[in-house]
């Protein structure tokens, strides 16, 4: 059976730039980022507290002499979402702009004045939208499970898909396109854990990874990640790690939880799981002795 993802969403990212850039910011984002601008700083910090962009967009033009304190708070206050100044023309006041936005935090600067420009800008978000954490969870996938049958990666591959994450068991299979309660039993048979904590733990590696950013509470975190609220949220982590929502902040970011899904869920099972076909029917181990005669 083959898995069909319907195509996912174009990653936001979230801009303060002139207006006059407004229209080139759009067309080099198609088929690659969604824009979504802003007037104001303020509104850019309130928007980035609700939803976690791929990445920020600031012209270097903007005035900042009244908007800096606001600027170094963003920085400041999420520091694991992406800051790019876009330099689209240059005067006498560009330097003084650019070092200002340094001062303010933003390391990344764009040359966009030409299409070149307008290139890296795009193979940034594209690699930006992936994240950090999902491309160090794949990457310890590959790892901890080579040899595995295809369809055995691509349920956990689909575990830490940045842009199309499932909330439940029901979604997930929906997406790898088996029905859950052949999903369950094909993982109850193999005696593995149930997918269900699997995506538990997968979800915690990701709020984990969020609230390494200090301007997020755990109630936009909660939000984010689609809990239906902050309790629901102190509950799923009080039920799958034994703490509060606060002390799992406290002693857990995204590598740390990616290492206790690896300590706890992959290596205990490498084995099964190498002998695992989630969506296509049995293990390969069960195949192979029923054609033995």
Not at 79 to 96: I, W
Not at 116 to 122: A, E, P, Q, V
Not at 154 to 164: D, Q, Y
């Amino acid at each position: 059976m083959t898995a069909r993802f319907a195509p996912p969403p174009s990653p936001a990212v979230f801009t303060w730039v002139d207006p006059g850039d407004r229209p080139r910011v759009d067309a080099a984002g198609s088929g690659v980022y969604r824009a979504v601008h802003h007037d104001s700083v303020d509104a850019l910090h309130h928007q980035v507290r609700r939803t976690a962009p791929a990445a920020v967009f600031m012209s270097v033009g903007r005035p900042l002499s009244d908007h800096a304190p606001g600027v170094a708070r963003l920085v400041r206050e999420f520091p694991r979402v992406p800051m790019v100044a876009l330099l689209s023309r240059v005067d006498q006041a560009t330097p003084h702009a650019v070092l200002n936005l340094g001062n303010c935090g933003i390391r990344n600067l764009v040359d966009v004045r030409d299409s070149s420009g307008w290139h890296r800008l795009r193979e940034f978000v594209a690699q930006e939208a992936v994240g950090e954490i999902d491309r160090l969870a794949l990457a310890m996938l590959r790892e901890e499970l080579d040899g595995a049958p295809d369809d055995c990666w691509r349920f956990f591959e689909a575990l830490f898909h940045a842009r199309r994450p499932s909330t439940t068991v029901r979604a997930l299979s929906q997406a790898l396109n088996v029905l859950p309660s052949t999903l369950m039993s094909r993982f109850f048979r193999a005696q593995l854990p149930a997918p269900k904590r699997y995506l538990a733990w997968a979800r915690l590696v990701r709020a984990a990874r969020l609230l390494e950013n200090p301007g997020l509470s755990l109630a936009d975190a909660s939000n984010q990640l689609e809990y239906s609220s902050s309790q629901s949220f102190g509950r799923h982590v009080k039920t799958v790690l034994g703490v509060t929502a606060g002390q799992f902040r406290r002693a857990h970011d995204g590598r740390a939880m990616l290492e206790r899904f690896r300590d706890e869920l992959l290596r205990p099972h490498r084995d099964k799981l190498l002998d695992l076909r989630p969506l296509s029917g049995y293990p390969l181990g069960r195949r192979k002795r029923a054609t033995v005669h």
